[in-house]
């Protein structure tokens, strides 16, 4: 009986220490799942996934937390990534997926409406904003997308060059940012500090050119470990 309670005792005791250690460093657990995941992208995965079915009702998402991250990791199959942004004067390299749910926006940055194509029209991008001066996935939109940078989209088989025009702030009820337009631009769309209104990021096209012509610092920039976390 003694060894019973003993054992008992012990257990609780390695719980509470555990459950001690996931409260002081949640926001570095939290950081490490989102910012490890390497999804490994081929043109005939992108295409594959181009095809699957996703959920595009954004006021459904929920704030990024410990649970929420580690939950998307454990269903990552879910995430189906169909291309690349990145921002190389800020050093922002995002895996792009099909959607705007949970476990997509936790590990990558979701497309905004079912009818997107890469260098046509409005393409819109959501991504979270992990705070903190982090590097994770759109938060250095936040605290470093200037006027004049280049945006490059790429699907693998083409790199799509946008310049940034716009940076400002808007009510996260201004919704029709993420309406098509008869320009190609791209719309890129984070939360402020409070997470009570958006940052948003857009650029006019430039142009579009086969990924393998692309700059080799272009194809570096979308095709290296992705800068989340680093």
């Keep these: ?17 555990l459950v001690s250690l996931v409260l002081i460093f949640n926001q570095q657990i939290k ?19 181009s095809q699957k079915k996703a959920s595009y009702n954004f006021s459904n998402v929920k704030d990024l937390n410990l649970q929420s991250a580690a939950q998307a990791r454990a269903s990552k199959q879910k995430v189906n990534i169909i291309g690349v942004v990145a921002v ?6 995002v895996p792009i997926a099909k959607g705007v749910d949970n ?13 997107m194509k890469m260098g046509e029209g409005n393409y819109a991008l959501a991504g979270h904003n992990m705070a903190n001066g982090s590097k994770i996935l759109f938060s250095p939109l936040y605290y470093h997308a200037k006027v004049g940078q280049k945006v490059y989209l790429t699907d693998l088989d083409r790199v ?8 400002k ?6 919704v029709q940012v993420v ?15 409070t997470g009570a209104n958006r940052l948003l990021i857009r ?4 142009k579009s050119e086969k990924f393998k012509q692309a700059p080799r610092s272009v194809q570096k920039s979308l095709s290296e470990k992705y800068t989340n976390g680093q």
């Design 103 to 115: 476990t997509t926006l936790a590990l990558a940055a979701g497309t905004m409406r079912p009818d």
């Design 160 to 167: 799509y060059e946008y310049k940034i025009y716009e940076r």
């Design 31 to 49: 950081y490490y799942l989102v910012g490890s995941y390497r999804p490994q992208l081929t043109s005939a995965t992108i295409k594959k996934n």
């Design 169 to 174: 702030f808007i009510p996260a009820t201004d």
């Design 203 to 206: 650029g006019s096209f430039v």
């Design 1 to 17: 009986m003694k060894k019973k309670k003993g054992w008992l005792r012990w257990t609780a005791a390695v719980l509470l220490l």
């Design 88 to 93: 190389p004067a800020i050093k922002m390299s």
């Design 179 to 193: 309406d098509n337009t008869p320009q190609k631009i791209i719309t890129m769309v984070t939360c402020d500090a």
